[in-house]
């Protein structure tokens, strides 16, 4: 029922810009639970922005910061992430990921993934 769909993945030059959105269907929970995550080769899944005080503000690992904006369109209940000024180390295989609570029939919290989307940069 729930689903992840990233996109907006492709190559680029360093120094370059994407866009990648996830598109989220199937729960009716706030979308600033939704968050970026990311995954080079060989490599654990790190964080790399999300939303934090209930939308409020914002999170950023520190090797994205001020490159990096994550945001959201309510209307076409996407995250995106802004990337900016990319960086070779910035090539990761992006995930966007949700974690909803659950109260019935049981309590607990399920996790779901996107498929992911691919960035490379480089020259």
């Known amino acids: 029922q729930v689903q992840l769909v990233e996109s907006g993945g492709g190559l680029v030059q360093p120094g370059g810009s994407l866009r990648l959105s996830c598109a989220a269907s199937g729960f009716t929970f706030s979308n600033y639970l939704i968050k970026w995550y990311r995954q080079a080769p060989g490599k654990e899944r790190e964080l790399v922005a999300e939303f934090t005080r209930a939308g409020s503000s914002t999170n950023y690992a520190d090797s994205v910061k001020g490159r990096f904006t994550i945001s959201r369109d309510n209307s076409k209940n996407t995250v995106d992430l802004q990337m900016n000024s990319l960086k070779p180390e910035d090539t990761a295989v992006y995930y966007c990921?949700?974690?909803?609570?659950?109260?019935?029939?049981?309590?607990?919290?399920?996790?779901?993934w996107g498929q992911g989307t691919q960035v490379t940069v480089s020259s």
């Open positions: 990921n949700l974690k909803v609570p659950m109260y019935w029939p049981q309590k607990g919290v399920n996790e779901y």
